[in-house]
């Protein structure tokens, strides 16, 4: 797997470092960028062009469903992942109906993050 650039949008500045840090760990795996709520992402989504969008679904300006829809849209290539703390059957429907690839609870990042974007970047280049 080539390097994966990876764009984490999330509202706390402190969940996105701690995200950071976890995932620049990683060998392969580049944060290409951070935005702290959904027109920010969008807009960071079409600029950087990253591979995997991390999304939270609870933002200002924009919930993770819209940003998602959207996203998709003008992005089609980025995939997008949303990781939250939402840990509903609902939540995860609502999201993959807006486009996403994957939903990781954030209170399973270290255990699930990282496979889950290795294995939305396999079926992605297949």
Do not use: W
């Amino acid at each position: 797997m080539s390097n994966v650039r990876i764009l984490i949008v999330d509202d706390k500045p402190l969940v996105r470092k701690g995200i950071r840090m976890f995932l620049e760990l990683e060998e392969g795996l580049t944060v290409c960028g951070e935005a702290a709520d959904g027109l920010e992402g969008i807009k960071k989504a079409f600029d950087l062009k990253p591979d995997v969008v991390l999304l939270d679904l609870s933002m200002p300006n924009l919930d993770g469903i819209e940003t998602t829809q959207l996203i998709r849209e003008g992005s089609p290539d980025a995939e997008v992942l949303i990781v939250t703390n939402h840990e509903s059957l609902e939540a995860a429907r609502l999201s993959a109906q807006a486009g996403a690839s994957g939903y990781v609870a954030k209170s399973q990042i270290p255990r699930d993050l990282i496979p889950m974007v290795k294995e939305v970047m396999r079926k992605h280049a297949a």
